[in-house]
């Protein structure tokens, strides 16, 4: 069984539109964060999430916005796609109970999102 | 910049050599943790170490940790074509601040 699964693995949409990512965890981890993989591989956290409640929020546009049902899904929106945009997503799961950073993380496959 | 830089950028090596890479940082750490990165594939955590941890073993990876100079390394030993990847060093500090650095590219030649 996939331990971080995300869909869609490939997302091509055009500017101006609005597209959400969804992520699962089947782990029981109680945190879940969403990276952004650029196209020099440079790999940047944009939001954490521990039980349902937004921990780490860097400095990402108001565009996107994280969404937690439950504390085994993470889902990641965004409006008013831009060029910039266009990167790898990563979800990621860890068993961290706190806000702190003690343990090791587990991704998902990714998704190749491209903007035209 | 608190981001773990990796050295080198890349690395091409023969299948059973020992592959060797670093991660140098700026600020004092909670922990740093190594990942492997395969070609279109998410990332694979492989050792995590605590600040007041100096080595940690895994198989055939090695982890130092050298607080006083703000470096860790990877070593690799007795590589194998399958490990190809890119390498990423991750920090945390301040305790919920974490930040990957930019990879070493291997590539081990059969």
């Known amino acids: 069984d996939t331990a971080v699964s995300q869909t869609p693995k490939y997302l091509v949409t055009q500017m101006g539109n609005d597209k959400s990512i969804k992520c699962e965890q089947n782990?029981?981890?109680?945190?879940m964060y969403w990276y952004k993989q650029d196209s020099k591989k440079f790999l940047k956290i944009m939001f954490s999430?521990?039980?349902?409640?937004?921990?780490i929020n860097e400095t990402v546009p108001n565009r996107f916005s994280p969404k937690s049902p439950d504390k085994a899904h993470l889902n990641l929106h965004i409006n008013s796609l831009e060029l910039g945009d266009s990167a790898v997503y990563f979800c990621?799961?860890?068993?961290?109970?706190?806000?702190?950073?003690?343990?090791?993380?587990?991704f998902g496959p990714g998704t190749r999102l491209t903007v035209t | 910049s608190q981001q773990g830089e990796e050295d080198p950028q890349a690395l091409s090596i023969q299948e059973g050599e020992n592959a060797t890479m670093n991660c140098s940082y700026k600020?004092?750490?909670?922990?740093l943790q190594w990942y492997r990165q395969n070609s279109g594939r998410g990332l694979v955590h492989l050792i995590l170490?605590?600040?007041?941890?100096r080595e940690k073993h895994s198989g055939r990876l090695r982890v130092t940790l050298d607080t006083s100079k703000k470096s860790s390394s990877l070593l690799i030993t007795a590589s194998r074509a399958a490990d190809t990847a890119s390498y990423f060093c991750?920090?945390?500090?301040?305790?919920?601040?974490?930040?990957f650095g930019s990879g070493t590219k291997l590539n081990v030649k059969p």
């Open positions: 990621a799961s860890s068993r961290e109970t706190s806000h702190n950073l003690n343990y090791e993380q587990y």
């Open positions: 170490i605590r600040s007041n941890e």
């Open positions: 999430y521990n039980n349902k409640e937004l921990i």
């Open positions: 600020t004092s750490i909670n922990n």
């Open positions: 991750a920090t945390v500090y301040n305790f919920n601040k974490f930040y």
């Open positions: 782990l029981g981890h109680d945190t």
